[in-house]
């Protein structure tokens, strides 16, 4: 691969990416988030215990979008750098 500039493709290509990043991990942290949100009053928990489900949904959405959002980007540079 040229180590030159990028081409207009590579560009757009890599704008894609990122926005397919970013909505993927937003789809997951929202059903996560989401799961918690619905899990709470279903197990008929109140209160504190209530308050900590969600609490602990919204941490491991926002750990599981961060997850998905590197682990697409460095998946898209590795076969950037293989030339696909």
């Given at each position: 691969?040229?180590?030159?500039?990028e081409?207009?493709?590579?560009k757009?290509a890599m704008?894609?990416?990122i926005?397919f990043?970013?909505?993927t991990?937003?789809?997951l942290?929202?059903a996560?988030?989401?799961?918690a949100?619905?899990?709470?009053?279903?197990l008929?928990l109140?209160?504190?215990?209530e308050?900590?489900?969600?609490?602990?949904?919204?941490?491991?959405?926002?750990?599981a979008?961060?997850?998905r959002?590197?682990?697409?980007?460095?998946?898209?540079?590795?076969?950037?750098?293989?030339?696909?």
């Amino acid at each position: 691969m040229d180590m030159g500039r990028e081409s207009r493709w590579e560009k757009d290509a890599m704008t894609v990416e990122i926005v397919f990043a970013l909505v993927t991990a937003g789809v997951l942290a929202g059903a996560i988030l989401a799961a918690a949100w619905v899990l709470a009053p279903a197990l008929g928990l109140s209160g504190a215990a209530e308050s900590r489900v969600r609490t602990v949904g919204a941490l491991l959405g926002a750990v599981a979008g961060a997850w998905r959002l590197v682990r697409v980007l460095l998946r898209f540079d590795k076969q950037r750098r293989m030339g696909r």
